[in-house]
């Protein structure tokens, strides 16, 4: 990548101090900072806070693994790939991290025990990835530390009062009355953006079709959920609830679990602990604290409450309205709202970081090129505004689904295997280009990524995907407006999914098949399968990883 040059043009009588400003020094911030510092550019990194400071979405997946390695390899900043491995994390940042081997998830109906023929899991071999729960408070100052070494500016306890933005400058105003001046201005401060506020850009109301709100905090003495879950072994799952996330599934609403003390290396004895719900099912109570209503969720489900008898919470708990905004346009004239800055939409499916990544990917090459051209326009980063969007949306969509099928295990059982082959493919698609770029030394493998007809959408370039995902949503909205029965609406996805050419004839589209684990022996037959059966779009996809795989450990390294 080449190095960005700092052509400043003079504004007001003075040039421009920074070439770029970014405001917010989290995983965001404080990646692209690293990035944009690693190749030259002159980078200011503001925040309200200081490190170490709690965050959530500590949940990631093989897509979000792949990601941030083709954003370490791409823009050659070796510490982001840190972040995409449990042992790096370990040996590199510290021993605070949880391992994750799993998505669990298991529905709930008051006051009765959880039928664990309705259980569902799903997770990677070792071989592809190998992930943790990232305590954030540590992952975060790793990468702020890892852009001041790269030559970054710290400005942290730095309260933003305006920022003004004219033809060839940006300015940022502090409440202490300082300014500060750059060529282009990212704002990845969150949900109180003041470039969002500065020009009326949060949608009122937000075209997002899902509700929710949510309780969280951290905690010490939750149990393992294998030692309280009553379940004969012929119901246990191949690999241990608590070598993952759990998720309890309840009528339009869920709780999460994320252990940081699940493996013998961790010294980290706290556990992520979140009850998400519907906030126009289930209203903040005006007579409950947060702790409160936190608790009286878990006496609802004798499983959770035996989860939680011993447990207590070590930090402030907090207790959010709806989680849901987005923005009108998240890109402007030498400015650029990135991340959760831009929208939000639930933690479910662990799409936060993922798509911070997917999004610092697509603006970092297109910024370092403005600052070399210095030309700073909208049109330039176009593309960055569209995926920013189309991330929302299809996670909207997705979520709302989810939420609508909680309360039925065959429609749910649809809607995780829709999700779960989806995140599989996409997740070959990004190895499959970060092989190319290794293997030709260039540039254009990451680049044609950039091109699908469904951008946003985590396998991006497969129409029939496209088409199956959007019959999911219209059943899941025809079961919401009871024009359709659940059981109709999961017998309608369940004939596609067996239906399609694109998907293995078994375990995905089995019904009875409820943990999704690719052994060796699977593997072999799904290789099998794409290298014979599949058509060929998707036969590239599945034996791609399997050749990569293969020559990787053949000589002893990872994959990419």
């Avoid at 994390?89 to 009765?112: A, L, P, V």
């Avoid at 995926?387 to 059982?413: C, K, M, P, T």
């Avoid at 004839?505 to 072999?524: G, Q, W, Y």
Wanted: proline share 5%; net charge negative; charged share 25%.
């Amino acid at each position: 990548m080449e190095q960005a040059k700092t052509k400043k043009r003079s504004s007001k009588g003075g040039a421009a101090e920074h070439d770029v400003i970014i405001l917010g020094a989290g995983i965001a911030g404080s990646m692209l900072g690293a990035i944009l510092a690693r190749h030259g550019a002159k980078t200011l990194l503001i925040d309200a806070g200081a490190h170490p400071k709690f965050a959530v979405g500590e949940s990631m997946v093989p897509y979000t693994l792949l990601t941030l390695r083709s954003v370490s390899r791409r823009y050659d900043v070796p510490e982001i790939a840190t972040l995409s491995s449990f042992d790096d994390c370990m040996k590199n940042i510290n021993s605070s991290f949880g391992w994750k081997k799993n998505f669990g998830f298991i529905r709930h109906e008051e006051g009765q025990e959880p039928n664990w023929w309705e259980a569902t899991q799903f997770n990677t071999p070792g071989v592809f990835n190998k992930t943790g729960h990232l305590y954030r408070q540590d992952t975060d100052a790793h990468l702020f530390n890892v852009a001041v070494k790269y030559g970054a500016e710290p400005l942290l306890g730095y309260l933003v009062s305006e920022v003004d933005i004219d033809d060839d400058r940006v300015a940022v105003r502090g409440s202490d009355g300082s300014e500060h001046t750059a060529r282009y201005l990212v704002d990845a401060s969150g949900f109180r953006s003041p470039v969002a506020e500065k020009f009326g850009l949060r949608e009122q109301p937000s075209r997002l079709r899902h509700h929710s709100r949510s309780i969280f905090s951290h905690m010490i003495g939750v149990k393992p959920s294998d030692d309280v879950f009553w379940h004969s072994d012929a119901q246990r799952p191949p690999v241990r609830w608590h070598d993952g996330t759990m998720h309890h599934l309840f009528d339009r609403g869920w709780f999460w679990v994320i252990p940081f003390n699940n493996n013998p290396h961790s010294s980290n004895p706290l556990c992520s602990v979140g009850v998400t719900m519907d906030e126009r099912v289930y209203p903040k109570p005006d007579d409950m604290t947060a702790e409160e209503e936190f608790w009286s969720w878990v006496d609802k489900f004798p499983a959770v409450r035996r989860q939680f008898a011993e447990a207590r919470s070590v930090r402030e708990w907090v207790s959010t309205g709806r989680l849901q905004y987005s923005a009108t346009s998240s890109v402007g004239p030498r400015w650029c709202l990135m991340s959760h800055a831009a929208g939000f939409i639930d933690p479910l499916f662990s799409r936060g970081i993922s798509n911070t990544a997917e999004v610092i990917n697509a603006l970092s090459w297109r910024l370092l090129a403005a600052l070399r051209d210095d030309e700073f326009t909208r049109e330039r980063f176009e593309y960055v505004e569209r995926l920013e969007q189309g991330l929302l949306d299809f996670n909207d969509a997705l979520v709302r689904a989810a939420f609508i099928s909680f309360d039925h295990y065959e429609l749910w059982s649809a809607v995780f295997r829709i999700w779960a082959y989806g995140s599989v493919v996409g997740a070959n698609r990004v190895q499959q280009a970060m092989t190319a770029a290794h293997r030709t030394r260039s540039d254009e493998p990451f680049l044609a990524l950039e091109d699908p007809p469904h951008v946003g959408l985590w396998w991006p370039d497969h129409d029939e995907y496209r088409r199956v995902f959007d019959l999911m949503v219209q059943q899941t909205d025809a079961v919401d407006a009871g024009t359709v029965s659940p059981d109709q609406a999961a017998e309608t996805l369940f004939a596609e999914l067996k239906a399609a050419d694109w998907m293995p004839p078994f375990m995905f589209p089995d019904v009875e098949h409820r943990f999704l684990r690719p052994t060796s022996k699977t593997l072999a037959r799904m290789f099998s399968w794409a290298a014979f059966q599949a058509p060929a779009q998707v036969r590239g996809l599945f034996l791609g990883q399997a050749q990569e795989v293969g020559r990787s450990l053949a000589v002893g390294r990872k994959p990419f």
